[in-house]
Structures are given as structure tokens and as C-alpha cells.
């Protein structure tokens, strides 16, 4: 067993003018098993070559983000399937000296304050400030608070085309996600035309033919929840599915929490002409994703699971003579345990390990191992058995054995009771 894994995720970048079609990448990188999400950013950070401090890694499902993975996130946690998705999301920090406005704070108190101000089950309240976030209905309120405007957030993007059913409870439009998401980094209290900017960014290579005028713009921008169901706000008695963000150049900023979903809700005779769906469904494949198939693929020798075998290991136990020294307190002190072969028989019988386990976790290992036709044994007899008698075994011709694992910290006959044993006609001994 290695102490590394392959993990396998899609990262998904701002589109380059010049090549609007590699929107999505899928790459393949070894980590540390033990590692984290920060060894698992800076290997993607190698391979596409953006800063790893612009990447961040979520669990993405059914169109819509599911969870962020937090720089120290155990890649052990992660499952031997999981699919990552890898978004390159740089900052959008505010321009040099300048400060937060009057009018900016004042906006988001007065919003917060409307919005605390909503009765949950009666009629919607008029906003205090009209144009800001509003509806066709009468809807008022967002993911809006007041928080520090230097301070940089992390917003959702999600897909959203409107389809007519006829069997329907409060509103007749059914909302069906689509695409990938999308994430971006701008501050708490952002100018909606700036949003609007920087989500349209995000998405021009859908639409490479489409020109956006000054104030229109291909889509529009909703609060809702993390599925994009509903409003983030609003009461479902409202049948609200999600408070729009007007993209006026007068209209105020728009306040926005960490970790917010907003809804790109696409204008339906854009989505028919211009929008390009085998644009949006590509993903190009990094030669890592072959190489690793490839590494993958190579089957083990069988000197490795001995090498393994035999492997010093350091551990701190108790030490008779230092306890003697320190006046009888139990004193513990640094050790190293090596594993030996005390004798060759006529027949040695080897065990390959097929399950591990290790921190609670137990998986199975299906490495394929080469067994050569021969087999010298010297450097894994003990010392006062190495020059006497034969250590070389002879056998069938070398082939492969699928279906068994091999573990290079405890492969054939481990100590350590999990499953393999190894011995000869005079056994196996220990050191």
C-alpha cells in the first residue's frame, strides 16, 4: 500500500477570451493520504497553472454546490469515488484608497432592517428602499447583512431556466437547474451592475455571440437557497422563487452573506438563440487523468511488499534501564522494531495482505503483484542466519496474481494481525 492516493476532480476557471471553449478541466493528482485540501490545491495549482490561493475546492451535486472543502480538510474523509470540483475564483478586491460609502452603509441597515421587519406569515411589507432587490410580485428582502464592506465573501452561481407545468400548487413556473455552477469572490457590499460584471464573466463563453448593451444583460440575478428552489427570504406562502436584483446603474449595492446562492435566471429567447450548449458541456481532459491510469495500472514486484515487510519502524514504549536511570519513574523512551526472516525452507509460502486497515478507515487493496522465477532472500534474513545456508528460492515462471493486494508497510506475513502471514520451512521470526 502506498501513502499516497489519486484523486481525480474538475476545475472549473474563468474563460480565457482566447479559448473560451476549456472552461472545464478534469485533472488527476496524487496526495498524501493523510493530507489535506491544501495539498490537494497546491497539486492542481501545479498542473493548471493558476496561484493556489485563487482555488477553492467544493463538493458540488446536482448543478448546485453542495459544501466548501476548508483547507484543512482531511483527504482521508474524502470517499475513494468523490469527484471534487476545483472553482478558480480570484478576489475582486475593492479598488486602492478607496473606503466604504455613507450610502453603502446606510443601504444595508436599511435593508437588514426591512427584512427583520417582515412578518413571516402576513403580506410582504413595502421595502424602504425601492429598486434595490424586488420582484414582479410584491416580494421584498435578500440574503442581505451588514457586514465589513473591505471584507471578501464567497457567492454561489447557479443555472436557472423557468418551465410552465400544469398541475402546479402557487406558481405556475417550475425552476429546473442546469449547467455547472460557478463561484466568486466579491465583497459583502457590491454595486449590482460590478455583480452583474463579474457574473457575466463567468459565463460569456455560453453565449460567445451574444454582445451585452450597457444596462442589459443575457440573464437575471436572484437570491435563493443553496438548491435555487426557492427565494433565500422570502415565506413559501409567498410562492416567491427568488428575489431579483435589479442591474440599474442608480440602484444601490447589494449586500450579500458568505457562502450565498444567487441564481442566474437566463431570459428565454437568449437561452434559444445564442446559448451553446456543447460550449457549456465540454470538458477537456489533462493528460494527468491518462497518466494516472497508466501508474495506476502497474502491477507491484513482490521485492516491494518485502521491502515493506521488513521496514524499520520508530515507536516510543517503555525502557527498563531508562526507568532504572530516572530513579524507578516510568520513563519511555524512542525504539525501532524491524521485522526479520529467521529461516528458508524448501517452500516458502507468501500471503499477500487483501484488505487495510488504518484511522478507522478499511478499504480494500487490489494491486496486482510480479513474482520474479527467482527469489533471493538475503537482505531479509536476520544477521546471524544471512551466511549460512540458501536464501535463494526457485519457482514457477514469473507471472501476475490479480485480486490480491500488497502493502509496502506491511505486506506478506505483517506483524501487525492484518490478515498475512509468511513462512518457510523454518518460519518467520521477529526483531
Known amino acids: 500500500e502506498h501513502d499516497f492516493r489519486w484523486v481525480t476532480c474538475s476545475v472549473v476557471s474563468i474563460p480565457r477570451i482566447t479559448s473560451l471553449d476549456q472552461h472545464t478541466v478534469q485533472v488527476c493528482t496524487r496526495v498524501p493520504k493523510r493530507g489535506h485540501i491544501s495539498d490537494l490545491l497546491y497539486a492542481v495549482a501545479g498542473l493548471v497553472g493558476f496561484r493556489a490561493e485563487d482555488l477553492i475546492v467544493a463538493d458540488a451535486a446536482e448543478c448546485y454546490v453542495f459544501r466548501l472543502l476548508e483547507p484543512g480538510y482531511s483527504i482521508a474523509s474524502l470517499s475513494d469515488d468523490a469527484r471534487p470540483m476545483v472553482f478558480h475564483a480570484p478576489a475582486q478586491p475593492r479598488p486602492p484608497g478607496s473606503q466604504a460609502s455613507a450610502e453603502e452603509s446606510s443601504t444595508a441597515a436599511a435593508i437588514t432592517a426591512a427584512v427583520a421587519a417582515e412578518d413571516v406569515g402576513g403580506?410582504?411589507?413595502?421595502?424602504?428602499?425601492?429598486?434595490?432587490?424586488?420582484?414582479?410580485?410584491?416580494?421584498?428582502?435578500?440574503?442581505?447583512?451588514?457586514?465589513?464592506?473591505?471584507?471578501i465573501v464567497v457567492v454561489y452561481l447557479i443555472h436557472r431556466r423557468m418551465r410552465k407545468v400544469q398541475n402546479y400548487f402557487l406558481d405556475p413556473y417550475k425552476c429546473d437547474l442546469f449547467g455547472?455552477?460557478?463561484?466568486?469572490?466579491?465583497r459583502p457590499s457590491c454595486p449590482a451592475a460590478e455583480l452583474y460584471a463579474v457574473a457575466f464573466r463567468q459565463i460569456r463563453h455560453f453565449v460567445p455571440d451574444y454582445a451585452p448593451t450597457d444596462g442589459q444583460w443575457p440573464f437575471t440575478l436572484s437570491s435563493v437557497k443553496r438548491d435555487g428552489s426557492t427565494c433565500a427570504t422570502c415565506s413559501w406562502r409567498r410562492g416567491c422563487q427568488g428575489c431579483s436584483i435589479l442591474a440599474a446603474p442608480d440602484a444601490p449595492p447589494v449586500c450579500l452573506r458568505e457562502e450565498s446562492t444567487l441564481a442566474i435566471d437566463w431570459d428565454a429567447e437568449v437561452l434559444e438563440k445564442y446559448y451553446k450548449a456543447k460550449i457549456a458541456a465540454h470538458v477537456h481532459v489533462h493528460e494527468s487523468v491518462e497518466l494516472a491510469q497508466i501508474e495506476r495500472n502497474t502491477p507491484e514486484r513482490l521485492s516491494q511488499c518485502l521491502d515493506?515487510?521488513?521496514?524499520?519502524?520508530?515507536?516510543?514504549?517503555?525502557?527498563?534501564?531508562?526507568?532504572?536511570?530516572?530513579?524507578?519513574?516510568?520513563?519511555?523512551?524512542?525504539?525501532?522494531?524491524?521485522?526479520?526472516?529467521?529461516?528458508?525452507?524448501?517452500?516458502?509460502?507468501?500471503?499477500?495482505?487483501?484488505?487495510?486497515?488504518?484511522?478507522?478507515?478499511?478499504?480494500?487493496?487490489?494491486?496486482?503483484?510480479?513474482?520474479?522465477?527467482?527469489?533471493?532472500?538475503?537482505?531479509?534474513?536476520?544477521?546471524?542466519?544471512?551466511?549460512?545456508?540458501?536464501?535463494?528460492?526457485?519457482?514457477?515462471?514469473?507471472?501476475?496474481?490479480?485480486?490480491?493486494?500488497?502493502?509496502?508497510?506491511?505486506?506478506p506475513g505483517a506483524s501487525d494481525g492484518g490478515g498475512g502471514s509468511s513462512g518457510g520451512g523454518g518460519g518467520g521470526g521477529g526483531g
Open 308 to 411: 515493506g515487510l521488513v521496514k524499520e519502524e520508530e515507536l516510543t514504549s517503555y525502557c527498563r534501564e531508562c526507568t532504572k536511570k530516572a530513579g524507578g519513574e516510568f520513563t519511555e523512551s524512542a525504539h525501532t522494531k524491524a521485522f526479520r526472516i529467521w529461516a528458508c525452507g524448501p517452500l516458502l509460502v507468501l500471503q499477500l495482505k487483501r484488505f487495510h486497515s488504518k484511522d478507522g478507515y478499511s478499504y480494500k487493496l487490489c494491486n496486482l503483484v510480479t513474482f520474479p522465477t527467482e527469489l533471493n532472500l538475503q537482505d531479509y534474513l536476520a544477521e546471524a542466519t544471512a551466511t549460512t545456508g540458501s536464501s535463494i528460492v526457485s519457482g514457477a515462471p514469473e507471472g501476475d496474481v490479480g485480486g490480491a493486494g500488497s502493502s509496502p508497510e506491511g505486506g
Open 123 to 151: 403580506e410582504p411589507r413595502a421595502s424602504p428602499l425601492p429598486g434595490v432587490l424586488g420582484r414582479s410580485s410584491a416580494c421584498s428582502g435578500a440574503a442581505v447583512t451588514q457586514d465589513d464592506p473591505d471584507k
Open 180 to 186: 455547472t455552477p460557478a463561484l466568486i469572490r466579491v
